[in-house]
């Protein structure tokens, strides 16, 4: 992942992901990083998801998965003492059947869970 600042720390977001309310994508809380100095910035790295899939913190739609299923974003001034990651299906393909139907493929679809970790880097470091 290309632009990504070295990480000083990185803190994975591991198992808790649990399906959103209306069962379109999965969701995972977790708590502000402790200790984290002004000097520090926070990146938010996520994988294993589709291409295109959308990413969203505490309701703010950050963006979307690259080709490979992977997408980063400095997120220090979204975060609160406690946050919501959520990842929402993408279109993957389009049913060209009579129904007209949309298939969609999300994380969900998967074997595994998003694989999601927090990078704690140098304020200074340029993305």
């Keep these: 992942m290309g632009g990504l600042p070295p990480a000083q720390h990185v803190i994975r977001l591991r198992g808790h992901w649990q399906p959103s309310a209306d069962g379109s994508g999965r969701f995972r809380a977790f708590g502000r990083p402790a200790r984290l100095s002004p000097q520090e910035r926070v990146w938010l790295v996520v994988g294993q998801l589709s291409p295109g899939a959308a990413v969203a913190l505490n ?17 220090t001034p979204l975060l609160a003492p406690r946050n ?7 279109v ?11 298939a969609a493929t999300t994380a969900a679809d998967r074997p595994d869970e998003p694989a999601a970790a927090l990078h704690i880097v140098a304020a200074a470091t340029p993305p």
């Design 84 to 90: 919501r990651l959520e990842v929402l299906p993408a």
């Design 92 to 102: 993957a393909a389009v049913d060209a059947s009579a129904t007209g139907s949309v």
């Design 59 to 75: 309701g703010h739609r950050l963006g979307t998965t690259d080709d490979s299923g992977t997408f980063a974003a400095d997120i």
